[in-house]
């Protein structure tokens, strides 16, 4: 039998989403939960790293998402981010 690595995401989930656009989204620390009821729930699967990962908001664009963003000034330009707790583990 092969072992492979693999992994799962756990983003920020929207709570509220107003007629304007902006959304209102769970804290990291509730993300967290999610992602420690999911190693209990998984506790055959052997944990290699969790760790919380900063993407750009093109990753919102490829998985069709909306999630919490970050706004950086860059010196003339924005550059949006946002958080995610990624959990690798052996499959």
Not at 47 to 74: C, G, R
Not at 80 to 88: D, P, V
């Amino acid at each position: 039998m092969t072992t492979t690595i693999q992994y799962i995401d756990f983003e920020p989930r929207v709570l509220e989403k107003s007629f304007w656009g902006t959304h209102t989204y769970e804290t990291v620390d509730a993300t967290l939960e999610r992602a420690n009821e999911w190693i209990r729930r998984h506790y055959s699967k052997e944990i290699v790293n969790v760790e919380t990962v900063i993407l750009p908001n093109i990753y919102i664009k490829e998985k069709a998402q909306t999630n919490q963003t970050t706004k950086y000034p860059t010196g003339g330009s924005i550059v949006q981010t946002f958080q995610i707790i990624r959990i690798w583990y052996k499959g």
